[in-house]
């Protein structure tokens, strides 16, 4: 201001003052964050001062000298070879397979039924996309641990004993301790059947690559689903029957009062996987939902125009734009998935916050390493998995131009 | 030619029940099959459930010795005589109305601050946001006024979860919105911490965060100094909902164009005043069905808090199955179902309002 009403007036031109120190963003900026830095220092120092003073009042040891003691108490169903003579070292493992192994398991399930209800939601079948729509609206809006609860105490320790257990078919058995299913075990030879399924899916993978290489020069198509569908199952299916089916099912039989054999899958293990994927599967249901709904019309119309079939329509031209918009909050769910598998605790599965964050911590008092460790794993775990779903989603992708 | 096309009626397979059901179910083979195993499945279900519910249910009784006959459905009489344990938990009952009361005043609150049609809002904000916590403060606490004191390891059931929810995310609000801010940035240690919280925070789950109130928080006090359970609870929903509103918070910041921010300035506004008065109450109005939905998410995690011991709706129809006096192989379902009853018309009451306003922004959106 002071600049233009000098230029206008008779006198010589005169520089804006400069604004007090008080006044200049760059100032004001490095205060406020040196403030803020000097806060949060106080606030960690205060709270560490406590926690020492809090600990050595309680005579609780502190650092990581516990990792290699014996833990002294047994895990229900471990990955890894783990008795009570163990160390704190291996039940952070044996709790941490555990986790990976329900959330491996959930997503896998939860994907399949969550792309089934999401696209029967959009079926041109009225009583088939209100029922898909009736499932979400249901299963979203209970708490996932109500649900849990419900499987475990309400379903499956309602079973039967062992005697009367329920038999299902192909040699599996459900009763009240868990699932029995038949252990394939592999006979002499059984290996060469391994190593044809191997070559199926390197020759698969020649295959694909070669059909792609061959459309992109001349633009003709190969069948390459049914080619690499027979190479990975017809070739080692034709190895299995040349060499007398070297392949033997143990099944659980009944001694005694239990089960005997086969491979037994825990009601705590069932329970969370069940309730997981089913859960997680309404919210993934609504994102595919929203992901093909969110393909513009003209796309479909542009495709049935060149005479592409419905099959065609879906996968060469809908399905790649629906994942674009699909892959950011898929990946989300996963995460919530393998965050909510900590849920575990509340029904005695022994998962990672179960063994390590429960147990471990009641054991050994020291909780700002225990809680530590646990908030290192879920974050090394959000991040890979965030890693990997970027990756996936900058592959698939599309170019625009 | 004395009939033009339009006066043909269509043919009859096309239009009326028959026409739709064509259409709508039995429009290819495919179609017809997917139709009848959708019929089926609901036969199954509805068969099932009014069986369990309502033909083999126990109507009346004292203990699980009643709920106990081969082929017995839900034990309703369980639910009939815990109640008001699911209600209040074990708040003293000649107590209880001051429970209701609040429940009263939150609904005074509420129901017009819900309905945009009704004026008002600012007075009605201003109820919502200071008189009505002081008063429900208050009312549920005691101590003061004559009103005897009711600790909190003596709330429970449904009182506990709407306590919960409710004051974490009006906790999580201010922080929430600082935190947005704070991400958004041009001060780069002010975005670092920022986004190291909400990434930290979103990264775990909630269990863990409450194992934290349990048995890391008394460490970070001084000696002598102790937090109520249900306290610290709290203090840690509200630091976890804190994150999560502050990315929701967020997003509706993204969505103000950058010509808002640039009038403000030009008009000579402070950061305060360019937030509080053009940026925020904009971005806040746009973000209200994100709002709702970090609620509902709330609504339902609440129920983890039963595993460091405080009694919400599900902890208590959990605790309750536990009764010997009412120990039927149907009791765990009875209450399950229960509990999943109150906790789904909250929700999904929830989620429609969320929609009914996403629908009314959109249209605000098209003028």
Same mark, same amino acid.
């Given at each position: 201001m002071t600049a233009t009403t000098n230029r206008q007036g008779p006198g010589p031109l005169v520089p804006p003052a400069k604004p007090s120190l008080l006044y200049r963003p760059e100032f004001r900026q490095a205060v406020y964050q040196i403030l803020l830095v000097v806060g949060l220092v106080a606030g960690f120092w205060a709270i560490a001062h406590n926690v020492s003073e809090n600990l050595a009042r309680q005579n609780i040891a502190s650092g990581f000298g516990f990792w290699n003691r014996t833990s002294g108490f047994d895990i229900s169903q471990s990955l890894i070879t783990y008795n009570n003579q163990s160390?704190?070292?291996?039940?952070?493992?044996?709790?941490?397979?555990?986790?990976?192994?329900?959330?491996?398991?959930?997503v896998v399930f939860a994907t399949l039924l969550g792309f089934i209800i999401g696209i029967g939601r959009l079926s041109s079948n009225w009583l088939i996309a209100r029922l898909c729509g009736a499932y979400v609206e249901t299963l979203r809006n209970l708490p996932l641990l109500l649900q849990l609860f419900f499987w475990y105490f309400a379903v499956l320790k309602n079973l039967p004993g062992p005697r009367q257990s329920i038999v299902l078919p192909a040699g599996a058995t459900l009763n009240v301790r868990g699932l029995y299913i038949p252990a394939p075990v592999p006979e002499q030879g059984f290996n060469a059947v391994l190593i044809a399924f191997a070559m199926g899916i390197v020759a698969s993978i020649?295959?694909?690559?070669?059909?792609?290489?061959?459309?992109?020069?001349?633009?003709?198509?190969?069948?390459?689903?049914?080619?690499?569908?027979?190479?990975?199952?017809?070739?080692?299916?034709?190895?299995?029957?040349?060499?007398?089916?070297?392949?033997?099912?143990?099944?659980?039989?009944?001694?005694?009062?239990?089960?005997?054999?086969?491979?037994p899958i825990q009601p705590e293990l069932m329970a969370l996987v069940v309730g997981l994927s089913t859960y997680t599967a309404s919210f993934i249901a609504e994102i595919v939902r929203a992901g093909i709904a969110g393909v513009p019309r003209g796309q479909r119309e542009a495709a049935n125009a060149l005479g592409l079939s419905s099959g065609?329509?879906?996968?060469?031209?809908?399905?790649p734009q629906a994942l674009r918009i699909i892959i950011p909050p898929l990946t989300s769910q996963y995460l919530n998935l393998a965050k909510n598998s900590s849920l575990a605790v509340a029904i005695g599965y022994p998962d990672f916050v179960s063994v390590f964050t429960g147990t471990v911590l009641n054991q050994t008092g020291q909780a700002v390493e225990v809680i530590l460790l646990t908030m290192l794993v879920f974050l090394t775990i959000s991040l890979i998995t965030s890693a990997f779903m970027n990756w996936f989603n900058k592959h698939i992708a599309l170019v625009e131009r | 030619m004395t009939s033009t096309t339009a006066d043909l009626r269509p043919p009859?397979?096309?239009?009326?029940?028959?026409?739709?059901?064509?259409?709508?179910?039995?429009?290819?083979?495919?179609?017809?099959?997917?139709?009848?195993?959708?019929?089926w499945i609901i036969w199954t279900v509805v068969n099932a459930v009014a069986h369990w519910a309502f033909a083999n249910a126990t109507w009346d009784g004292t203990s699980?010795?009643?709920?106990?006959?081969?082929?017995?459905?839900?034990?309703?009489?369980?639910?009939?005589a815990k109640f008001s344990q699911f209600m209040y938990g074990r708040y003293p009952e000649p107590q209880r109305w001051r429970v209701d009361l609040t429940y009263v005043l939150a609904i005074i609150g509420l129901v017009p601050l819900m309905i945009p049609r009704i004026p008002g809002k600012l007075f009605n904000t201003i109820y919502m946001l200071v008189f009505f916590p002081i008063a429900a403060f208050l009312l549920l606490v005691g101590g003061y006024f004559g009103l005897p004191y009711v600790p909190t390891e003596l709330w429970g059931g449904l009182l506990v979860t709407l306590v919960v929810a409710s004051v974490g995310i009006a906790g999580a609000f201010p922080l929430g919105i600082l935190l947005a801010l704070g991400r958004r940035s041009r001060m780069p240690i002010v975005r670092w911490v920022s986004v190291g919280f909400i990434e930290i925070v979103r990264g775990v789950p909630l269990i863990t965060v409450l194992f934290m109130a349990s048995v890391m928080l008394p460490l970070f006090l001084p000696e002598g100094m102790t937090i109520d359970k249900l306290m610290r609870a709290l203090i840690m929903v509200a630091l976890f909902s804190a994150a999560y509103l502050a990315e929701v918070i967020r997003g509706g910041l993204q969505a103000i164009p950058r010509g808002q921010f640039e009038a403000a300035d030009a008009l000579g506004l402070?950061?305060?005043?360019?937030? *509080?008065?053009?940026? #925020?109450? @904009?971005?806040?109005?746009?973000?209200?069905p994100g709002i709702v939905n970090t609620f509902i998410g709330l609504f339902k995690d609440t129920s983890l808090v039963l595993i460091i011991g405080i009694f919400d709706l599900? *902890?208590?129809?959990? #605790?309750? @199955?536990?009764?010997?006096?009412?120990?039927s192989p149907s009791t765990g379902m009875t209450g399950y179902v229960f509990a999943g009853l109150v906790f789904w018309i909250f929700c999904f009451?929830?989620?429609?309002?969320?929609?009914?306003?996403?629908?009314?922004?959109?249209?605000?959106?098209?003028?």
């Open positions: 160390t704190y070292g291996q039940a952070f493992w044996a709790g941490l397979f555990n986790t990976l192994l329900v959330a491996a398991l959930g020649g295959v694909y690559m070669w059909a792609r290489r061959r459309q992109l020069a001349t633009g003709e198509r190969f069948p390459v689903l049914w080619t690499t569908l027979a190479l990975i199952l017809l070739l080692p299916g034709a190895v299995y029957i040349a060499l007398g089916q070297p392949l033997g099912w143990e099944y659980p039989v009944l001694r005694g009062f239990n089960f005997q054999g086969g491979i065609l329509t879906m996968r060469l031209v809908v399905i | 009859r397979s096309e239009v009326g029940v028959v026409g739709w059901l064509r259409k709508n179910l039995f429009s290819s083979p495919m179609n017809a099959i997917l139709t009848v195993i959708g019929i699980g010795k009643d709920c106990t006959w081969p082929g017995a459905g839900a034990c309703w009489p369980f639910i009939k402070t950061y305060a005043q360019k937030m *509080g008065l053009i940026v #925020l109450p @904009q971005a806040l109005k746009l973000v209200i599900l *902890g208590i129809v959990q #605790l309750n @199955q536990t009764d010997a006096n009412w120990f009451g929830m989620s429609r309002y969320s929609l009914f306003i996403e629908r009314r922004l959109a249209e605000s959106d098209k003028r």
